[in-house]
């Protein structure tokens, strides 16, 4: 399958290199406000597909978007140390307007990959500007999050991330929902593992991982800039369930009818992925205390949705 990225900064050259390694397209096109920068990272990702499978990566413009049955929209201004994804909002919004304009024309067809932050809200703009339905507008959501959970449930239980099966649902940012409640180690409920294995899986270390995963972003954007690698990997995931109509289950966001009561909200639920994009959403049991926290998310996610219908 063809691929479009437009943005290629950090996070749009990631997400070609872990395609190009992973093999998860045939063709890559990279588009970008700064030729130059597409250009020069289309170049030095194509000389990594020797050692990978064929494919094609080159620069292009938007014309040689065409056929491409997958866009991934990375473009927009970049997280600033302490700047919460939210604050963001209002600086990518005008750049989302223009994108989304000039995508229409040449790729209505395709299925829409959101990765810029904050990336619900990004998602509900690429939406409400193309007017696609929800299941061709994907974000990248809380994918990363989720991995970042298994990572640190896996390395604190001492098992394989794949493993564990776990989930972070709601916003991608400061009110996501680690979903404990459901959280299993193969089959087993989390707690019972760590009782079967002779480990503590106290309120504290609990806290402490969720944390953790909260504040992943911030914690390496201090350390180097941004954050690019584990969201590259995951964009790849997802164009791989696309483009080989797995119907993976994955933590992806998209506009959704209601949440806890709220409506017509963005933001990530596990869903089935395949070929036609979202083919059906996954409601977990959550426990009290994370509908809460899940009607909080989406409020306020809901609540900024003004800055982009304005
Ligand atoms: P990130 O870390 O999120 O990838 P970067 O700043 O590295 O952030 O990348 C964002 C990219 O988006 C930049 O390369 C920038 O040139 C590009 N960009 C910004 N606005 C547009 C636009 N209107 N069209 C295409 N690319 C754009």
């Keep these: 399958m063809k691929i479009g990225i437009v943005g290629s900064g950090m996070v749009g050259s990631a997400a070609a290199y872990a395609m190009a390694l992973r093999g998860s397209a045939s063709e890559i096109v990279l588009v970008d406000r700064n030729a130059d920068l597409a250009s020069a990272h289309a170049q030095d990702i194509s000389h990594a597909v020797p050692f990978a499978d064929p494919m094609v990566v080159r620069a292009g413009d938007y014309a040689d978007l065409a056929g491409a049955g997958i866009v991934v929209i990375s473009a927009g201004v970049n997280q600033q140390p302490g700047e919460t994804r939210l604050a963001l909002?209002?600086?990518?919004?005008?750049?989302?307007?223009?994108?989304v304009g000039a995508l229409m024309k040449v790729v209505p067809d395709a299925i829409y990959l959101v990765a810029s932050n904050p990336v619900d809200l990004m998602t509900y703009a690429v939406q409400r500007f193309s007017g696609l339905p929800t299941e061709r507008v994907i974000?990248?959501?809380?994918?990363?999050?989720?991995?970042?959970?298994?990572?640190?449930?896996?390395d604190y239980l001492g098992i394989a991330p794949s493993s564990v099966h776990a989930y972070v649902l709601g916003e991608h940012g400061d009110s996501e929902v680690a979903v404990w409640s459901s959280a299993m180690a193969g089959n087993v409920p989390i707690a019972e593992f760590a009782t079967q294995t002779?480990?503590?899986?106290?309120d504290e270390k609990r806290s402490e991982i969720t944390d953790a995963v909260r504040n992943a972003a911030y914690t390496i954007i201090s350390g180097k800039g941004s954050t690019y690698y584990g969201i590259g990997a995951g964009l790849a995931r997802i164009v791989e369930a696309i483009a080989g109509d797995e119907r993976a289950v994955l933590s992806v966001s998209t506009v959704?009818?209601?949440?806890?009561?709220?409506?017509?909200v963005p933001l990530?639920?596990?869903?089935?992925v395949g070929a036609k994009g979202i083919m059906a959403e996954l409601r977990p049991d959550l426990d009290e205390g994370e509908r809460a926290a899940l009607r909080k998310s989406a409020e306020t996610i809901a609540g900024l949705k003004g800055a982009i219908d304005s």
């Design 139 to 154: 974000g990248s959501g809380t994918i990363l999050d989720t991995a970042r959970f298994r990572v640190l449930l896996g």
């Design 256 to 264: 959704t009818e209601e949440v806890e009561g709220v409506n017509a």
């Design 89 to 99: 909002l209002g600086r990518n919004a005008a750049v989302f307007r223009e994108v």
């Design 198 to 202: 002779g480990q503590h899986l106290t």
């Design 268 to 272: 990530s639920l596990p869903r089935i």
